[in-house]
């Protein structure tokens, strides 16, 4: 629904579309002269020469209307530029060209862009869990630990963040082992908690229950606020 949204402005000239091909056209399999032809259309059709000829268009560029021609061919069996039939109101048929198949190669490019940043960021977090865990454990991890710390962000879809929180959980609990942290991230997911700030308020909660009926918790100093043990549940 959003491409159908962005497309609908595209087409309207609501987007500013010459900057984002700036940026993107390389990607897209496109060379200078190919991106400055689209260009020379696009603008041709602003202006209402929705079917702009060869020789209009090599008139605004340093190649001959051959050229022109031949590069439009490709465009055009290439997938970025189709040909179309319009009428007037007086239902006379005319062909124009249409920019539709750019647009949409030029959104698919934008969304790979973005799930490869997505990736990305998913690595060096994933990376980044492994050093702080280790640096938490004081010792590299087991293939078994590591293998369900990666099913933890894998399969059960925890955040990096509220993965390091549970970790930071059974620190302070002293209780510093895979199931305990496994036994708070399943508590957490069961109870609909994805960010830092429910999981504060979820486990101050317990705390103040603590007072009132038989929850049990660690023992702890009495300079210390009581953790919630997981593991009892």
């Not at 190669?105 to 060096?124: I, T």
């Amino acid at each position: 629904m959003e491409k159908d949204i962005l497309l609908a402005w595209i087409e309207e000239g609501t987007v500013n579309i010459p900057s984002i091909l700036f940026t993107n056209y390389k990607r897209m399999g496109l060379n200078e002269t190919d991106i400055m032809l689209i260009l020379q259309v696009y603008s041709f059709q602003n202006k209402g020469n929705s079917f702009p000829t060869p020789e209009e268009l090599s008139s605004n560029m340093t190649i001959t209307s051959g050229e022109c021609a031949s590069i439009l061919r490709k465009l055009v069996q290439q997938g970025f530029i189709s040909i179309e039939e319009g009428n007037t109101t007086e239902d006379i048929l005319f062909e124009k060209y249409s920019l539709k198949p750019l647009w949409l190669k030029l959104l698919d490019c934008l969304q790979e862009e973005k799930k490869q940043s997505q990736r990305q960021q998913s690595s060096f977090n994933e990376n980044e869990l492994y050093t702080i865990f280790e640096k938490e454990f004081g010792r590299p991890l087991s293939p078994l630990e590591c293998e369900t710390l990666g099913m933890w962000m894998d399969q059960d879809h925890h955040d990096a963040v509220i993965i390091k929180a549970a970790l930071k959980e059974s620190v302070i609990s002293g209780k510093l082992n895979f199931r305990y942290i496994d036994r708070i991230l399943f508590e957490w997911k069961k109870n609909g908690i994805e960010t830092i700030e429910q999981a504060r308020k979820h486990g101050e909660k317990f705390r103040g229950s603590s007072r009132k009926g038989p929850i049990e918790y660690e023992k702890t100093s009495s300079n210390t606020v009581p953790f919630y043990n997981w593991l009892e549940q």
